[in-house]
């Protein structure tokens, strides 16, 4: 008689059963948006309006030009700022620099570049005294420009932390960090210069770590909406704008042609990341960088290598000038008065700007209240899923989790808004907390899970030979060794929150205003300070959930 087929063992059968219990809450929903966002290109009407309008080609070749310069930009920086500074002893600071740079929203950061430089912005007032004589604004292109430049500057300037954060999530992993470190040392014992050992030992190992962040930095870039309405072109605007215009239309054609758009979009998405992807595994990509050649030699002049470099030093320079001319630019802004050109300085201050916000508290709360109830549902599911997941299942629904970086946001709404119709919550806070969560998932995940996968499992055997549960050893020994990670995956979901605008907008129905829908808004308009407050006060949350991440994830001493 043939063998009988051996039962499935109990264990792993529970462990499958406790993930798809865990899959159903989030795939569910997942894929309910993602067949509204199909179901809403299907009229062929649609795609023929698509492809007679004449603002097409031009809003897709800009959408292309600003996504893929901007991306490109932001790689080869990130690139040169970890080669400058890791491993050095000046890492650590970089990394604590990160957490405030990612709390600046992107609007925000848009806004106060706008403030910096428009015609009548604060570097050309601090150009005129000397250099310009210019007693008006000139009527220069510099917010809006119709190269796309104001766009990608801001797209550079807030992907390079995020990189940054992505690598040092897994460079602060001890396991390896002292594995780089002691491989570096190795290649430099054998004739290897510094910089040449770092490109062929470190960052081939790095680089296949970073390619979900770096597709999403490309979607992203690609697909921007809020940062484009503020400071992108306008003649013509990105390819996203387009969309969301056309589906805010009254007129039902326009808003299928508009869910065309997102398609279409969706489509050069999808063939630029394959493209990306394929010229990364061509062989000359790394051929350079694992040529195997010693760096310098007794035939070549040695270079002298530049004092910040592996310190640290130059990153930091890199960094922080732009956010805090930025930042001083939104705070003075928001308490300005009477400030005519080309004076540097208002000429008088006023509160009247925090006086109105102070007036909205219902904004106020609507905006924490989204935040803080995303991120905590975002966390718990994801520490859920890394603890009771089979491994298996994580490596293959990855990309389903992740489908809120992959779709374009204007599709996004498009998908979250028909789910919330069905499910009876449309205009309502149960609705855009559902968008929010869904869309603060993928980062809290990605944020949690080098955490996770680096835990030494050899303190659960302890746990359990000193006879106590899994519950003890998640209580006692995980969690509290795991807080910092817990702790900054919870302010990420409460920064990605924060800067949600079309999902709020579009499944709230304008019915539920936060921060950011308010500063968005306001930038199109003349109320400067105002703007510049609710801009200030959309930094100022989640730099205080950081903070408090911060405080929560310190060392203990006893």
């Known amino acids: 008689m043939p063998p009988s087929p051996e039962p499935v063992k109990p264990k792993r059968a529970r462990a499958d059963l406790m993930a798809l219990a865990l899959l159903l809450p989030m795939a ?39 996504g ?3 991306s490109t930009l932001a790689f080869g920086l990130c690139a040169l700022l970890l080669q400058w500074s890791f491993p050095g002893p000046r890492w650590p600071e970089l990394v604590r620099v990160l957490s405030p740079l990612l709390a600046v929203p992107h609007a925000a950061f848009a806004i106060g570049l706008a403030f910096l430089l428009a015609p009548s912005g604060w570097l050309l007032r601090l150009l005129s005294p000397w250099a ?3 007693e ?9 420009d119709p190269w796309g430049l104001g766009l990608i500057m801001v797209l550079v300037a807030k992907e390079v932390p995020f990189l940054l954060w992505a ?12 594995r780089l470190a002691l491989e570096l040392q190795v290649a430099r014992s054998m004739g290897y210069s510094a910089r040449r050992a770092w490109w062929s030992v470190l960052w081939p190992q790095l ?11 490309l979607i992203y870039s690609l697909t921007v909406v ?14 996203s704008v387009l969309a969301w215009q056309w589906l805010q239309d009254a007129d039902a054609a326009r808003n299928t042609q508009g869910a065309a758009a997102g398609w279409l ?70 308490v300005a008065g009477i400030w005519p050109f080309p004076a540097v300085w208002p000429q008088t201050l006023t509160l009247q700007a925090w006086a109105s916000v102070a007036s909205s508290a219902n904004t106020v709360w609507n905006t924490v209240s989204l935040a803080a109830s995303s991120a905590a549902v975002a966390l718990c599911w994801s520490v859920a899923w890394l603890e009771y997941a089979p491994k298996h299942w994580h490596s293959r629904l990855q990309r389903l989790i992740y489908l809120p970086l992959v779709l374009p946001p204007v599709l996004w709404v498009v998908g979250v808004h028909s789910l919330t119709l069905q499910l009876g919550w449309d205009s309502s806070w149960a609705g855009v907390a559902l968008a929010h969560t869904l869309s603060a998932t993928p980062y809290v995940l990605m944020a949690v899970s080098p955490a996770y996968s680096g835990f030494d499992a050899r303190l659960s055997h302890i746990t359990a030979s000193l006879g106590h549960g899994r519950w003890v050893f998640l209580w006692r020994v995980k969690w509290p060794l795991l807080r910092a990670a817990l702790a900054y995956g919870f302010a990420i979901g409460f920064a990605v929150s924060v800067t949600q605008y079309l999902p709020t907008l579009f499944v709230g129905a304008g019915r539920l205003g936060t921060v950011t829908t308010e500063a968005v808004t306001l930038a199109s308009g003349a109320q400067r300070s105002l703007t510049a407050a609710y801009a200030w006060l959309q930094w100022l949350l989640p730099v205080l959930v950081f903070a408090l991440a911060a405080w929560t994830g310190r060392p203990r001493r006893y």
């Open 265 to 334: 979009l969706a489509s050069v998405v999808v063939l630029l990341a394959s493209l990306a992807w394929w010229l990364s595994k061509r062989p000359h990509w790394h051929a350079r960088c694992i040529s195997g050649q010693r760096g310098q030699t007794t035939s070549t002049p040695k270079l002298k290598p530049k004092p910040w470099q592996g310190q640290g030093q130059g990153s930091l320079w890199v960094l922080l000038p732009p956010y805090l001319a930025v930042m001083l630019a939104l705070a003075v802004g928001s």
């Open 68 to 70: 893929v310069l901007s």
């Open 207 to 217: 680089l296949p770590r970073l390619h979900w962040p770096l597709l999403a930095v």
């Open 132 to 134: 310009t004589g210019l």
């Open 28 to 66: 569910v929903p997942l894929l309910l948006t993602a067949w509204g966002a199909l179901t809403a290109a299907w009229h062929l009407e649609g795609w023929h309006d698509l492809a007679a309008d004449p603002q097409t080609l031009p809003a897709l070749a800009m959408t292309v030009w600003t």
């Open 136 to 144: 008006a604004p000139p009527p220069w292109p510099t917010t809006q």
């Open 226 to 239: 809020d940062m484009a309405l503020v400071i992108g072109p306008t003649s013509p605007p990105t390819f």
């Open 167 to 178: 690598a040092a999530t897994e460079l602060q992993r001890p396991d390896v960090a002292q």
